[in-house]
C-alpha cells in the first residue's frame, strides 16, 4: 500500500522559513518523482517543485524564483521542501505527490498525501 505522509506545516510570521517532509513508503524514490503542490483558499492547486526519480534533477513553478527548495534523502525515502523568505500570500495546504513522470501538473499524479497546513501571518 503506497503511503505519503507529510509533516512540518504550521504558523509562521512573513520572512520566516519551514522545511517540510514527504516520507514515502510502499515505492521507492528511485523509480518515482515526488512532487510538492499549494493549495491556497479559492485559488486552483499549484506546482511548487518535483524531483526526478532517476537523476533527482528538480523542477520549480515559475511563482517560486527561487525561495524554495527541494531535496530528497533516498536511504529514508523522505523528500523535502524548503519552504524561505515566506511571504504573507502564500497561505494554504502544501500536499506530495508521487508519479512516474516529473511534472508540476497535478492532474498526472496517481498517489497523495493528506497535506500540512502553511499560514504566514504577522
Known amino acids: 500500500q503506497v503511503q505519503l505522509a507529510e509533516s512540518g506545516g504550521g504558523l509562521v510570521q512573513p520572512g520566516e522559513s519551514l522545511i517540510l517532509s514527504c516520507t514515502v513508503s510502499?515505492?521507492?524514490?528511485?523509480?518515482?518523482?515526488i512532487a510538492w503542490f499549494r493549495q491556497a483558499p479559492g485559488k486552483d492547486r499549484e506546482g511548487v517543485a518535483v524531483?526526478?526519480?532517476?537523476?533527482?534533477?528538480?523542477y520549480y513553478g515559475d511563482f517560486v524564483m527561487g525561495r524554495f527548495t527541494i531535496s530528497r534523502d533516498t536511504a529514508k525515502n523522505t523528500v523535502y521542501l524548503h519552504l524561505n523568505t515566506l511571504e504573507p500570500e502564500v497561505p494554504g495546504v502544501y500536499c506530495c505527490?508521487?508519479?512516474?513522470?516529473?511534472?508540476?501538473?497535478?492532474?498526472?499524479?496517481?498517489?497523495w498525501g493528506q497535506g500540512p497546513q502553511v499560514t504566514v501571518s504577522s
Open positions: 505527490a508521487a508519479d512516474l513522470v516529473a511534472t508540476l501538473f497535478f492532474t498526472a499524479y496517481e498517489y
Open positions: 510502499g515505492l521507492s524514490l528511485d523509480r518515482y518523482a
Open positions: 524531483i526526478s526519480a532517476s537523476d533527482g534533477k528538480k
